[in-house]
């Protein structure tokens, strides 16, 4: 059973940083893109970022770009998202999903983690 | 960016009605089009990839259609559990986007 669980997640002052993870198991991890979306309050979705197999390759939207990293680690199985200087607007639920490509749907999504960014 | 239009942003329906919903791309995506369902305080699951190709485990009521700019979800005979929040979502560029979703919710 594929299964991912995030975690890292937590209330954090403007300007910090604070790293999520994402434990996957039930599937080999290695052969998958990753990817992070996040859900504000009452609000849509929308893509923060997606990783390669081998991490070789990262991208992003301009809403996170320069201040978002995500990364992974094929030994222990694990995604991370790694955010700087946070902003109010960052607050929401980060889910961590897998879409195999980068070009492919989302099959399979962690139940989220919050994050709030608040003084 | 892709944008992508969903709508109506809300559909008022009675338990056994069958509907359409509405994905319109700002560019031609060809079938890359993915649609999602999200239930109250859950995480997104996929219900259609690539316009119209079914997912294992997903009711037979759910179908999709479409190409290019224009695409559809169909709900046949909607059941008490399918009202929620649908999204649809484009792959066909790397910077991925969602639509602002529908809300199916009972008349």
């Known amino acids: 059973e594929v299964q991912l669980v995030e975690s890292g997640g937590g209330l954090v002052q403007p300007g910090r940083s604070l790293k999520l993870s994402c434990a996957a198991s039930?599937?080999?991890?290695?052969?998958?893109?990753m990817a992070w979306v996040r859900q504000a309050p009452k609000k849509g979705l929308e893509w923060v970022a997606t990783i390669s197999t081998s991490g070789s390759r990262t991208y992003y939207p301009d809403s996170v770009k320069g201040r978002f990293t995500i990364s992974r680690d094929n030994a222990k199985s694990s995604l991370y998202l790694q955010m700087n200087s946070l902003k109010s607007e960052d607050t929401a639920t980060y889910y961590c999903?897998?879409?195999?490509?980068?070009?492919?749907?989302?099959?399979?999504w962690g139940q989220g983690v919050m994050v709030t960014v608040s003084s | 960016n892709i944008v992508l239009t969903q709508s109506p942003a809300t559909l008022s329906v009675t338990p056994g009605e069958s509907v359409s919903l509405s994905c319109r791309a700002s560019q031609s995506i060809s079938t890359s089009i993915h649609w999602y369902q999200q239930k109250s305080n859950e995480s997104p699951r996929l219900l259609i990839k690539y316009a119209s190709q079914s997912i294992s485990g997903i009711p037979s009521r759910f179908s999709g259609s479409g190409s290019g700019t224009d695409f559809t979800l169909s709900i046949n005979r909607v059941e008490s559990e399918d009202f929620s929040i649908y999204y649809c979502?484009?792959?066909?560029?790397?910077?991925?986007?969602f639509g602002s979703g529908t809300k199916l919710e009972i008349k």
């Open positions: 999903a897998r879409p195999m490509m980068v070009h492919s749907p989302f099959d399979y």
């Open positions: 979502q484009q792959s066909y560029s790397s910077l991925l986007t």
């Open positions: 039930g599937f080999t991890f290695s052969n998958y893109y």
